[in-house]
C-alpha cells in the first residue's frame, strides 16, 4: 500500500506527518520515500545508513548533422518545443526536453541518436529496520519527474511504503501522488492553507486518488478548513494542536514519536483511520 | 531587408509588442519602402517553454533577416543568432513608426538577451 502524503501549500508538515507516521508503525514492514527530489528532507529525522546510489538520467537527442535534410520533422514532433530546425543547423535545449524519445522515432533520415543527460540520483539505505529512499535532483535543474518516477521505483510491494511528496499542484507533486492508493493532504487552518488545500483536493480527485486532510497546528487558526472539509465531504483524518515539545524536536532533527508516546499513539491512530478509509473506497469501488 | 516587427495584430498600424516568443504576430516589411510584405501568426504565443527558439524557426524559414522587438530571452538570442538573423530592440508605438524608427538608426542592435528566460510570461509588454 502506497500513502503519499502532500500539500497544496508548503511547509504544513508534510515530513513531519510522513516521517512520524513511518515511525510509529512496524518498521521492518515499512518504508519511506522522499519524493521531493529538489530538497529532500525526510533523511535529516530519519538519519538513515545509504549503501546504494546510482544516477538517473533521460535520453535526449543528439543530431548528426551529416545525415540531417534538415526538414524539421523533430521540431514539429517535439510536444515541448525541445527542437529548433534553422537553415543548416538544428537546436537541441535539452532543458526542456523530457526524453520521451518521439524525434528519435520519427526523424526520416534517421538522423538522430539518443544521449543520455544526468539529472540526479536515487539514494537508498536503512534507517534502523525502516526501508528508506530519496532522490536528489541536480542544482539548477527542471526536469524533476523522470527523477521523482526513479523513487517510487523503489517501492516495495510487501511493505507499507509512506510518500512524501514536494509541495504545491505542479507536475513534480502529481508525479509523486500518480497511481498511489492513498492522499493524505497536509494543511494549516489558515487562509493560504484553505486556498492550497483546496488546490490539492482538486488535483487528487482529478487523478482519482481517496484523500483525506489532516490540520496541522489546528488550534492556531480559523474553522475555515474543517468546514471546507465538511462542505467537499473530504475526510477530516487528525487535527494535530500545535504543541511545543514537537516544534522543538522537529528544530533538533529529532521525531516526536521517538520521544513521546502520546504522539506515537496519535499517528498510529491516523494509520488506522487511513487504512479505514481506505477500505471503505475499495469496498465503494468495488459494488 | 526584410524586418520583422513583433506586434500585438497584423498590419502596419498595430501595436508593437515588447515580448518577442510571446507576441501574437510578426509583421514583416520591406524596410526600404515600408511596404509590409507579409505577417506571421505566432502559433507559439501560448506554449508552455521553448517558444523563442520556435519564432526564431519560424522567421528563418520565411527569410526574415532582421527582427526589431522590445526584449529577447537567452534561449530565443541563441537561437536568432544561430539563424543569421539580426536583433533590433526598442520598439515603441505601431509597426509603420518602428520600421521608420528603423531606418533612422534609432533602434539598437543587440547580440544577447535583454531579459532572463521566460520573461515574456509575466505579462510583461
Known amino acids: 500500500m502506497n500513502i503519499v502524503v502532500a500539500s497544496g501549500k508548503g511547509g504544513t508538515g508534510k515530513t513531519t506527518v510522513a516521517v512520524n507516521l513511518a515511525l510509529a508503525l512496524d518498521q521492518e514492514k515499512t518504508q519511506l520515500l522522499d519524493c521531493d527530489v529538489e530538497?529532500?528532507?525526510?533523511h535529516l529525522f530519519l538519519k538513515p545508513v545509504f549503501d546504494k546510489s546510482r544516477e538517473v538520467g533521460i535520453p535526449v537527442p543528439a543530431i548528426n548533422l551529416a545525415q540531417c535534410s534538415f526538414c524539421g520533422r523533430c521540431s514539429e514532433v517535439c510536444a515541448f518545443n525541445a527542437l529548433a530546425v534553422l537553415k543548416n543547423q538544428v537546436m537541441v535545449f535539452e532543458e526542456l526536453c523530457h526524453g520521451c524519445g518521439g524525434c528519435a522515432y520519427l526523424c526520416p533520415e534517421r538522423a538522430i541518436t539518443e544521449r543520455h543527460r544526468p539529472i540526479g540520483i536515487v539514494e537508498s539505505g536503512k534507517a534502523g529496520k525502516l526501508d528508506y529512499g530519496h532522490g536528489r535532483l541536480n542544482p539548477g535543474e527542471a526536469m524533476s519527474p523522470p527523477l521523482i518516477n526513479a523513487v517510487k521505483k523503489m517501492s516495495n510491494p510487501e511493505k507499507i511504503t509512506i510518500i512524501d511528496a514536494p509541495p504545491g499542484t505542479s507536475c513534480p507533486v502529481v508525479s509523486a501522488v500518480k497511481g498511489c492508493d492513498y492522499c493524505v493532504l497536509v494543511t494549516e487552518p489558515t487562509p493560504f492553507g484553505?486556498?492550497?488545500?483546496?488546490?490539492?483536493?482538486?488535483?487528487?480527485?482529478?487523478?482519482?486518488?481517496?484523500?483525506?486532510?489532516?490540520?496541522?497546528?489546528?488550534?492556531?487558526?480559523?474553522?475555515?478548513?474543517?468546514e471546507y472539509c465538511q462542505i467537499k465531504?473530504?475526510?477530516?483524518?487528525q487535527k494535530i494542536p500545535f504543541d511545543r515539545a514537537l516544534a522543538e524536536l522537529y528544530a533538533c532533527g529529532e521525531p516526536v514519536v521517538l520521544h513521546r508516546s502520546a504522539w506515537r499513539n496519535r499517528f498510529r491512530e491516523l494509520f488506522t483511520s487511513i487504512a479505514e478509509r481506505q477500505k471503505e473506497v475499495v469496498r465503494w469501488r468495488n459494488i | 531587408m526584410k524586418l520583422a516587427v513583433c506586434a500585438q495584430e497584423e498590419s502596419l498600424a498595430a501595436e508593437v509588442d515588447q515580448r518577442f516568443g510571446r507576441c501574437p504576430c510578426f509583421v514583416v516589411v520591406d524596410s526600404e519602402s515600408g511596404e509590409m510584405i507579409n505577417s506571421i501568426c505566432n502559433v507559439h504565443a501560448e506554449?508552455?517553454?521553448?517558444?523563442?527558439?520556435?519564432?526564431?524557426?519560424?522567421?528563418?524559414?520565411?527569410?526574415?533577416?532582421?527582427?526589431?522587438?522590445?526584449?529577447?530571452?537567452?534561449k530565443a538570442a541563441t537561437a536568432l543568432e544561430a539563424a543569421k538573423i539580426m536583433i533590433y530592440t526598442g520598439?515603441?508605438?505601431?509597426?509603420?513608426?518602428?520600421?521608420?524608427?528603423?531606418?533612422?538608426?534609432?533602434?539598437?542592435?543587440?547580440?544577447?538577451?535583454?531579459?532572463?528566460?521566460?520573461?515574456?510570461?509575466?505579462?510583461?509588454?
Do not use: W, Y
Open chain 2, 47 to 74: 506554449a508552455a517553454g521553448g517558444a523563442g527558439p520556435q519564432c526564431a524557426q519560424l522567421l528563418a524559414e520565411s527569410g526574415v533577416e532582421a527582427v526589431a522587438l522590445g526584449n529577447v530571452g537567452p
Open chain 2, 91 to 125: 520598439v515603441e508605438g505601431t509597426v509603420e513608426n518602428t520600421v521608420q524608427r528603423f531606418n533612422e538608426g534609432k533602434l539598437s542592435p543587440v547580440s544577447q538577451a535583454t531579459v532572463s528566460a521566460h520573461s515574456g510570461l509575466r505579462g510583461k509588454r
Open chain 1, 39 to 42: 530538497e529532500p528532507n525526510a
Open chain 1, 194 to 226: 484553505l486556498n492550497d488545500l483546496d488546490l490539492a483536493f482538486q488535483m487528487v480527485n482529478k487523478l482519482d486518488i481517496p484523500a483525506g486532510a489532516v490540520i496541522n497546528r489546528s488550534d492556531l487558526g480559523d474553522g475555515k478548513v474543517e
Open chain 1, 233 to 237: 465531504n473530504l475526510p477530516l483524518l
